[in-house]
């Protein structure tokens, strides 16, 4: 059984920097070999992939509205994920989730709503003030 909870949201100004994390707990399988994402969900709006990375590798994968200005990366030893967020915008305000299954990521999971993750956070609120 998977558990993860993310971290470290909150308000920022328009520009700013904020970084949140997801922390996993793995009871039954090698942390290396899981597909890690994020995704988001801002009122009224479906639910938008972020970025995904495998574990095992570092590969990462960039959805087109945050490609340049988000990075993801993961701390294998402590099973945690993070989420850098360079220059936010308000659009950027939304509800922040990590999510992973077991297996590669492929490149339809960034692009997707997340059908095929296993695994889900409860969410962490990031709010960007213009």
């Known amino acids: 059984q998977v558990q993860l909870a993310e971290s470290g949201g909150g308000s920022v100004p328009a520009g700013g920097f904020l970084k949140i994390s997801c922390v996993g707990s793995?009871?039954?399988?090698?942390?290396?070999?899981?597909?890690l994402a994020w995704f988001r969900r801002a009122p009224g709006q479906a639910r938008e992939g972020v970025a995904t990375?495998?574990?095992?590798?570092?590969?990462?994968d960039y959805g087109d509205s945050v490609k340049g200005r988000f990075t993801i990366h993961r701390d294998n030893t402590k099973k945690t994920l993070y989420l850098s967020i360079h220059k936010p915008q308000p659009e950027d305000t939304a509800k922040y989730y990590c999510?992973?299954?077991?297996?590669?990521?492929?490149?339809?999971?960034?692009?997707?709503?997340?059908?095929?993750?296993?695994?889900w956070g409860q969410g962490t609120q990031v709010t960007v003030s213009s």
């Open positions: 990375i495998y574990a095992g590798d570092g590969k990462a």
């Open positions: 999510a992973a299954y077991l297996g590669q990521c492929r490149p339809e999971d960034v692009a997707g709503e997340g059908a095929g993750f296993a695994y």
């Open positions: 793995v009871h039954e399988y090698p942390s290396g070999t899981y597909c």
